[in-house]
């Protein structure tokens, strides 16, 4: 569906929204917290509005509970019932994290929330791109839930709850338009939507939610690249693991393939990683491509620097990794970074558990998004292709 208005239209109107300014301080905690308000003063609403949810139970009382256990959100009906709510507004929801969440509740000892009717809900700006009943899930979105809120606006007889009610279902419409905004053509598009000068980043940075889209177009990214590996037939058999936790790849099993997206040092990001060696004392080893910003990456990860370091030296020496002539066919520019004489990597440690060292080129502004993620598919499976001789060559390490 086409948006029905301009970007500048929107950004008049969140402008002047108070709520929508509120809001930017933690958006999907602000969320919660607005529901939770809801529930406190239009209890019977909250109730009817979630009915649906738990099996058409009518309830008589609800309690929230909220940033619980890392759920954003729970209601509990007459405290036998338990909605465990999973509110995502900056980023698409992410199957994985879904699984997780379901398996951790499923298997609770946790006094207050074992011997309860467990239902899971995701409410989310963006509509999953995975089938969610499959995994025990329903879905929410903001415009339906945004619905009930117009059609109770109407019957609320305090004046200043109608004016908040008014002014936060306006704001969700416009950041419904916003959504309808993000969209990928993997056909015909350029990778430059990273670029703060191109609209509507630009307009949508001024507002302070140019992560909400950026964050949701290189979720897109990193699902269509997940979506290759699946029905790719040369890694059909491996193991797939769709995460939004970049740390999570130390317990991945070997010979496993990984597939993210995130933010890191305010630039966004996709990648996807090979889990080439796990056999513990900090000896793990993945390797793998990611794309942040204008930089097409290609790393080393292990928990030991020194490991790290020579492992990366080694299958640079033997032109094992580390070779980008396939992206820069395309892009023309053959400049690897880093540039310095001396220095053959940068580094960086992430979280402060493991180093993340990696060679890149510049893509600039003349690949296509197809390309792009053609060439990362290509690169992993390169990599995964050379497996033995990458072994054979660090076996001495």
Not at 151 to 173: A, G, P, Q
Not at 226 to 239: A, I, M, N, P, S
Not at 248 to 266: R, T
């Amino acid at each position: 569906m086409k948006p029905t208005k301009s970007i500048l239209t929107i950004s008049n109107n969140l402008t002047t929204s108070p709520l929508f300014n509120f809001s930017l301080g933690s958006k999907e905690l602000f969320h919660s917290d607005f529901i939770y308000w809801l529930s406190r003063n239009y209890q019977d609403e909250i109730i009817r509005i979630f009915r649906k949810y738990i099996g058409g139970y009518r309830a008589k009382t609800l309690k929230i509970l909220r940033e619980k256990n890392h759920i954003d959100l729970m209601i509990e009906f007459d405290n036998s019932y338990l909605l465990i709510i999973e509110n995502k507004i900056k980023s698409l929801p992410n199957k994985e994290q879904l699984n997780i969440t379901k398996q951790e509740f499923d298997n609770t000892k946790e006094k207050n929330f074992k011997n309860k009717k467990k239902f899971y809900l995701l409410l989310s700006l963006s509509e999953p791109l995975f089938n969610i009943e499959e995994i025990g899930w329903q879905f929410i979105s903001y415009k339906e839930f945004n619905k009930y809120l117009k059609l109770k606006r109407e019957t609320v007889k305090d004046k200043y709850h109608n004016r908040i009610l008014d002014d936060y279902c306006n704001f969700v419409s416009d950041l419904e338009e916003i959504d309808n905004l993000i969209k990928i053509d993997f056909k015909h598009e350029f990778y430059n939507f990273h670029i703060y000068n191109n609209e509507p980043l630009k307009t949508l940075k001024d507002l302070r939610i140019h992560d909400l889209y950026l964050k949701k177009k290189y979720s897109i990214l990193a699902f269509n690249l997940c979506e290759k590996v699946t029905k790719d037939k040369f890694l059909k058999d491996f193991k797939i693991y769709h995460s939004s936790n970049s740390s999570d790849w130390k317990d991945y099993i070997e010979n496993s393939v990984w597939v993210n997206s995130g933010f890191f040092h305010q630039s966004p990001l996709f990648e996807i990683g090979y889990i080439i060696k796990s056999n513990g004392k900090k000896r793990n080893l993945a390797m793998g491509i990611q794309v942040q910003g204008e930089y097409y990456t290609a790393f080393v990860l292990s928990e030991s620097d020194d490991y790290a370091i020579k492992v990366a030296e080694c299958l640079y020496d033997k032109k094992l990794f580390f070779d980008f002539s396939g992206i820069t066919k395309i892009t023309k520019d053959t400049t690897e970074y880093p540039i310095r004489d001396n220095l053959i990597f940068r580094h960086y440690h992430r979280n402060n558990e493991y180093m993340f060292l990696y060679r890149a080129v510049k893509l600039g502004t003349g690949v296509k998004v197809k390309q792009l993620i053609e060439n990362t598919l290509t690169n992993i499976k390169l990599i995964i292709s050379n497996r033995t001789k990458i072994l054979n060559a660090i076996s001495k390490i």
